[in-house]
């Protein structure tokens, strides 16, 4: 699905970034990326992620960009709640539900770019990990998609989440090089995001952001207006 820039001019093609995950490397995400590329390329323990989650996750909750459902897997989630997986791909909604069987879950195939006016003030908590740095064009554009996050809070909701950013400290040779592969690629599109400009997105829509770095990705929170 192509969706026009927030820049002017050019579509932006929000298919790549989610086109590689599929059943066979869905089956390998997770001791791939979760564990060894979060730890040993940037730098950014699963452990720390799992504690945002942990901290902010509540039983009216929608999860964006989905993965595996990794973390929600592995959260001790308050009694009856009621979580829902939005994603543009259909193989890892499947997964994420899979591993929640037992849960109250409900899957939504859609594009985050787009606003999504049934779940408008739907939730008390949204996550979106991993997902910016994925999503195409500048993060003038991925505005866009934080406005439409917070649109689905209800009043004092939290939105967090965590992205590889291109402007942090704790980049070096090899996770600049594998950052470059990706945005040639395009699973990634982060080679223009900063510190700076992910504090000026969420501060449009959010108050009391904070954001933490640690090593090559930020964690984020804020509370919807």
């Known amino acids: 699905m192509t969706q026009e820039g927030a820049s002017g001019g050019k579509a932006l093609d929000t298919t790549e970034g989610q086109a590689v995950y599929n059943p066979l490397t869905l089956a390998v995400y997770d001791l791939f990326v ?3 590329t979060n730890y040993f390329i940037w730098k950014c323990p699963c452990r720390h992620i799992q504690a945002m989650f942990q901290n902010n996750s509540t039983d009216r909750h929608l999860d964006v960009g989905v993965g595996t459902g ?3 897997k592995n959260l001790t989630w308050p009694q009856g709640a009621e979580i829902t997986l939005m994603d543009m791909n259909d193989a890892s909604l499947k997964a ?4 929640l069987r037992g849960h109250k879950t409900t899957g939504v195939q859609a594009d985050i770019y787009q606003r999504c006016e049934v779940l408008k003030d739907r939730f008390k908590s949204i996550s979106a990990n991993f997902l910016l740095h994925c999503l195409p064009g500048t993060m003038v554009d991925k505005t866009v998609v934080i406005e439409n996050l917070v649109d689905m809070l209800q009043p004092g909701g939290i939105l967090f989440g965590s992205t590889v950013l291109s402007d942090t400290a704790g980049h070096g040779p090899v996770s600049r090089r594998l950052m470059a592969l990706y945005n040639r690629k395009g699973i990634f599109g982060n080679s223009q995001d900063t510190q700076a400009g992910l504090k000026a997105a969420l501060g449009q829509h959010l108050e009391d952001v904070d954001i933490k770095i640690i090593g090559c990705v930020a ?4 509370r919807k207006k």
């Open 34 to 36: 979760t564990h060894f």
């Open 70 to 72: 990794y973390y929600l």
């Open 96 to 99: 994420a539900a899979k591993v």
């Open 219 to 222: 964690l984020f929170t804020g």
